[in-house]
């Protein structure tokens, strides 16, 4: 179906009968009947692999998996890639804007040129226009570091959204992948009807989860409405399936990062005159101008969501670099305060490409390595 033709699209009588099928066949394209059908099938099964542990003796240390977490700025990357360089690693980014294409000047992504020939997974591989997903994240980074260790490698994940990580080390119960045209259908419907009327849908389709929400909490209603359409089955009964985290996460070792507040603060404005200095603003406006939503995930994200707002006539150029700062810094505070509620997270002071940290972080992952 044509954009043009979703456009103008009528929800058909039907879509208020008390048949929850009903319902699903008013609103489901025949090709997302298909995908309700493929997300049942897996929704039933643990694709899980647990093959790796079976490989590991009894009296073999298993081989850790690192995480490299802290605040934006801090410096996470260049620890990262020297923690490679003496593990045999490869880097899965753990960053919720570095997996976007295109969205480049405020990501801070490693030039190919200074990763010292480190493979980097889950970069540069989403097209801006999807919303992708801790969820998302969490399945194809359990991939990966299958893959990594396949090849006898050490995973790292290195970045600072402990959404995602925590997506993996504490699953969501099993739920499909987000049907954007869906999505569109239902934001049309409340925009134009009020997030009460989706809420009576949701009374229809999944009464229990209904109870539990209020109509207002439409992003949660809007979610309970697309997994019933897509998978024939409320959400409430998916939560009672939610998955054992990946036997991976039990060899998981969780560095942070903390280094001087009102350094990084400073590096934290410095780097973001440099990124407007770079093109910021001609960048977002390639984006928009190829049709990527402003609200997007993509271009919410802080660094970018000021420059729409700019562009849009929202705010003038000063205003958009000094808030930008300004919600950059707020950003790393947050970040900072989310890991030190994590389980299980060791602190280093200082900044990632400080030379001293390196010896402690490897003698922490690999004894043999401390002498090396």
Not at 143 to 164: C, D, H, N, Q, S
Request: glycine residues 6%; contains cysteine.
């Amino acid at each position: 179906m044509s954009s043009g033709r979703r456009a103008g699209y009528r929800f058909p009588p039907q879509l208020f009968s008390p048949s929850p099928d009903t319902i699903s066949d008013a609103l489901l394209t025949q090709s997302n009947h298909r995908r309700a059908s493929v997300a049942s099938s897996h929704l039933g099964c643990n694709s899980f692999s647990h093959d790796i542990l079976s490989r590991v003796s009894a009296d073999q240390t298993p081989n850790p998996v690192v995480a490299i977490v802290g605040p934006t700025a801090s410096g996470k990357s260049t620890l990262g890639i020297e923690v490679a360089l003496r593990l045999n690693g490869e880097i899965i980014n753990c960053d919720s804007v570095q997996v976007y294409r295109g969205i480049e000047i405020a990501t801070a992504k490693v030039p190919f040129e200074e990763r010292k020939g480190i493979p980097h997974h889950l970069i540069d591989f989403v097209s801006p226009e999807i919303n992708y997903t801790a969820g998302d994240w969490a399945r194809e980074a359990q991939a990966k570091i299958e893959e990594i260790e396949r090849r006898g490698k050490v995973p790292l994940l290195v970045g600072g959204t402990g959404f995602y990580l925590r997506a993996l080390r504490r699953p969501f119960f099993p739920s499909p992948q987000t049907d954007e045209s869906l999505r569109q259908r239902l934001n049309k419907m409340r925009e134009k009807r009020g997030a009460e009327y989706l809420h009576r849908l949701l009374r229809r389709l999944d009464p229990l989860s209904a109870q539990e929400l209020y109509p207002r909490d439409w992003p949660r209603v809007h979610r309970a409405i697309e997994v019933r359409l897509q998978t024939g089955r409320p959400i409430s009964t998916l939560k009672e399936k939610r998955v054992e985290p990946h036997e991976s996460t039990r060899r998981l070792h969780i560095l942070a990062l903390n280094p001087p507040r009102d350094e990084l603060y400073r590096r934290i404005n410095e780097r973001t005159e440099a990124h407007f200095a770079a093109g910021l603003v001609d960048e977002v406006k390639h984006l928009l101008t190829r049709g990527i939503p402003p609200d997007s995930n993509a271009l919410g994200a802080h660094g970018y969501r000021r420059v729409v707002e700019h562009l849009l006539g929202k705010r003038d150029l000063t205003s958009a670099v000094e808030q930008t700062k300004l919600d950059v810094r707020h950003y790393a505070k947050r970040q900072l305060t989310w890991f030190r509620h994590e389980p299980g997270v060791r602190w280093f002071e200082g900044f990632g490409e400080e030379k001293r940290l390196l010896q402690p972080v490897l003698e922490i992952l690999d004894p043999q390595v401390r002498d090396k």
